[in-house]
């Protein structure tokens, strides 16, 4: 049986994914949502693919920051990105699904520190690591 804090997590979580249009227009889908942690997916498509034929960069940092965002705002206290940073580990080529799991290794205060690791879903291959740093304000998510 799911916890207060765990659903609150996941209703904040549906109500963002709701108005989160560039998620969406990504095709990310969010998995899952706890306090402190989310899992979202993205299938690579053809329109995702840099010159050299492997997904962009940027659009593997746009999974990973969603990820992020979906973790940090899971107290229902709206949380912006502070910094944070990517490593590049291996490439995601065309038809691979990307899952991305963050993590909150911090949270005192209105400061935050999550990492967030992207994995190809079929050989569990680490694409990146990405570790965001988050301020909250006083405002509510729902």
Do not use: K, W
């Not at 709701?18 to 498509?45: C, I, K």
């Not at 949270?107 to 965001?132: H, K, Q, S, W």
């Amino acid at each position: 049986m799911a916890t207060s804090e765990e659903r609150l997590a996941a209703e904040v979580g549906e109500a963002m994914y709701a108005r989160d249009t560039a998620s969406q227009a990504l095709g990310m889908m969010l998995d899952e949502v706890r306090p402190g942690y989310a899992r979202l997916r993205m299938a690579v498509r053809a329109d995702m693919l840099n010159g050299h034929g492997t997904c962009h960069g940027g659009l593997v940092f746009a999974l990973a920051d969603s990820a992020f965002a979906f973790a940090c705002n899971s107290h229902d206290l709206v949380t912006v990105a502070a910094g944070c940073s990517i490593e590049f580990l291996a490439p995601a080529h065309e038809a691979d699904e990307l899952v991305a799991v963050a993590e909150e290794r911090f949270r005192e205060g209105r400061l935050g520190v999550y990492d967030v690791e992207v994995r190809r879903a079929a050989d569990g291959a680490l694409v990146a690591t990405f570790r965001g740093r988050s301020a909250s304000t006083r405002d509510r998510v729902l």
